[in-house]
């Protein structure tokens, strides 16, 4: 008997074609799309956004034509918990947050799995390009073939049993290879431009949403350089995030940087581009994906999606928060993101910068 599958299918191209790949292996597979919040929550209105009422009209043609039932699930309140309102918080208390990793870890992989399981499925499918590749009883996360669109970083969070249950049918892929197939079948949303903003604020101005959404007002304060000096006065601590350097609204005769944020002296650091680099990092809420790991890892760590793995030792500290020195030191980095350490193609273990 064939096994079954529930696809997450957000409405894009890759999730549709990784529907397609499914039924093509054999498998019998139902399409599901997250329903995570409405267009007016968020204040866009009618916009095109990833996971809004247009993107569901996309992924429920794909299954139409892939004959395969489909289902829209609410997740709305679980997704303004964990994401919305942990988003706002991290910037609240002067940090960068990462929501797709969260709506990775609390939505598809939480909420999913367990639809999965009432729809007594097997398997979640998603559209990520990464892998999952079986060893002596044991399930490791991989990069993508294409490492140009790899995206085992935000999947660092996964546990053994989620990693067990889940297919990543476009970790073999290429992106064109994708889009080719999409039109082959004729999808469409085989030409269909990915996103790239947070999907709940696709305008990308995550101050005006924050401040939409809660209400409030941050107020102005004061720029301060490394020794503590004023130099300026900033417009509301949220619309700063670490190594920024446009918008800042003050020229100051060479190029300055936004290297850290004090919410309760609500006062936000400058400094110079020299000033930026460090070669150590900690993070918690640390998830290894290996076997009994090491105290201590030679490796390659990456503290931002968009960038080149480093080299590193990790270290595993009593309380099993992880300290990460760099061999050379890395600009920018920022408390709320993720650090995710890699050997090779294979995925050793990510958490959060603190």
């Known amino acids: 008997m064939s096994k079954k599958v529930i696809i997450a299918m957000s409405g894009g191209v890759d999730s549709s074609v990784a529907a397609f790949l499914m039924k093509e292996k ?13 267009n007016d929550d968020i204040g866009m209105g009618r916009e095109k956004t990833c996971c809004s009422l247009d ?27 964990k994401v919305i309102d942990k988003f706002i918080s991290v910037y609240e208390n002067g940090g960068t947050p990462n929501p797709c990793i969260d709506c990775n870890r ?60 889940i297919l990543f049918p476009l970790g073999e892929y290429t992106k064109s290879q994708i889009r080719d197939i999409a039109d082959e079948q004729s999808f469409l949303n085989a030409r269909k431009k990915d996103s790239q903003d947070i999907c709940f604020v696709p305008d990308g101005d995550y101050a005006a949403f924050i401040e939409r ?56 650091t400058l400094c110079t581009d020299e000033e ?20 201590v890892i030679r490796c390659k760590a990456r503290v931002r999606y968009n960038m080149k793995e480093q080299d590193a030792t990790a ?18 980095i920022t408390r709320g993101q993720a650090v995710v350490l890699y050997d090779g193609d294979t995925v050793l273990g990510g958490g959060t910068i603190i």
């Open 26 to 38: 054999g498998f019998d597979c139902i399409g599901a799309t997250m329903k995570l919040y409405d």
């Open 55 to 81: 993107d569901i009209e996309d992924a429920r043609s794909v299954a139409r034509r892939l004959s395969i039932p489909y289902y829209v699930f609410n997740f709305k309140d679980e997704f303004e918990k």
């Open 106 to 165: 609390y939505l598809k992989f939480e909420k999913l799995f367990q639809r999965m399981r009432e729809l007594s499925c097997d398997c979640v499918v998603t559209g990520h390009y990464a892998r999952v590749v079986e060893k002596d009883g044991w399930f490791y996360l991989k990069k993508a073939r294409d490492f140009s669109k790899d995206q085992s970083y935000v999947l660092y969070s996964l546990t053994q049993n989620q990693l067990s249950h």
């Open 213 to 268: 959404y809660t209400g409030k007002k941050y107020p102005p304060g004061n720029f301060i350089d490394r020794q503590g000096n004023i130099i300026g006065q900033h417009n509301g601590i949220i619309r700063y995030t670490n190594g920024q350097r446009k918008g800042l609204g003050i020229a100051f005769g060479k190029p300055m940087y936004v290297a850290g944020k004090d919410i309760i002296d609500n006062t936000v």
């Open 276 to 295: 930026l680099f460090t070669s150590e990092l900690a993070a918690d809420d640390f998830n290894w994906l290996i076997p009994n790991p090491q105290k």
């Open 315 to 332: 270290y595993t500290l009593d309380n099993g928060d992880v300290k990460v020195h760099f061999d050379t030191p890395q600009r920018a």
